[in-house]
Nanobody, 120 residues
């Protein structure tokens, strides 16, 4: 399944962006979906996850209260609303299907990410 994230860009600190990720395929609604990010010179890290129903959500501590993950199963899209952005949020953002609990990508590959740059 080829995942493609988009919606990134350049924003000032305190601003907001909404990322989207399309996941073609009839099985999208059965997957827990997650967002990850990779900052320059750092390893990729987990950001947020949402269960197939959209009811359960989980966030890494650094984005709690600022980011909101959501999904539209009819459109096969998962979103990441990012508010109160900080320079340390600068990274390439990816989405992937994950296992609830470990929040690790269940596939070996990553789709296309989208670059978010937050200026101070």
């Amino acid at each position: 399944v080829q995942l493609q994230a988009y919606g990134g860009g350049l924003v000032q600190a305190g601003g907001w962006l909404r990322l989207s990720c399309e996941a073609p395929g009839r099985t999208f609604s059965s997957y827990v979906m997650g967002w990850f990010r990779q900052a320059p010179g750092k390893e990729r890290e987990f950001v947020a996850a949402i269960d197939p129903t959209g009811i359960r959500r989980y966030y890494t501590t650094s984005v709690q209260g600022r980011f909101t993950i959501s999904r539209d199963n009819a459109k096969n899209i998962v979103y990441l609303q990012m508010n109160s952005l900080k320079p340390e949020d600068t990274a390439i953002y990816y989405c992937a299907p994950v296992k609830w609990g470990t929040f690790r990508n269940v596939h070996d590959a990553w789709g296309q990410g989208t670059l978010v740059t937050v200026s101070s």
